[in-house]
Nanobody
Framework: QVQLVESGGGLVQAGGSLRLSCAFS????????MAWFRQAPGKEREFVAA????????DYADSVKGRFTISRDNAKKTLYLQMNSLNPEDTAVYYC??????????????????WGQGARVTVSS
């Protein structure tokens, strides 16, 4: 059974930084791709960033490119999202997600079978 447990959300002022963590338990990590998605109030869930656990290949949504960094720690079995230069438009519940194997549609939520409980991030102006 795969479990994802997130932590690190909170309230921050515009221009500030936060780091989200997603602890992973379950099958061999190298078989997974993982990602962060977010859902703002009244909006649909959107892709934020993705990483191939084995190769480390990464991709980002245009809205966060240059500000957010996705990374993983194999030893700690943890996925991270470092968020810098936050602005109020980044306010959302952030979810980590995991899928088995490769997918060219890694930016689509339906490709992921496992989800964390969500971490709320609020950016004040």
């Amino acid at each position: 059974q795969v479990q994802l447990v997130e932590s690190g959300g909170g309230l921050v002022q515009a221009g500030g930084s936060l780091r989200l963590s997603c602890a992973f338990s379950g099958r061999t990590l190298s078989t997974y791709g993982m990602a962060w998605f977010r859902q703002a109030p009244g909006k649909e869930r959107e892709f934020v960033a993705a990483i191939n656990w084995n190769s480390g290949t990464r991709d980002y949504a245009d809205s966060v490119k240059g500000r957010f960094t996705i990374s993983r720690d194999n030893a700690k079995k943890t996925l991270y999202l470092q968020m810098n230069s936050l602005n109020p438009e980044d306010t959302a519940v952030y979810y980590c997600a995991a899928r088995i194997g490769y997918s060219s549609r890694y930016y689509m939520g339906v490709e992921y079978s496992y989800w964390g409980q969500g971490a709320r991030v609020t950016v004040s102006s």
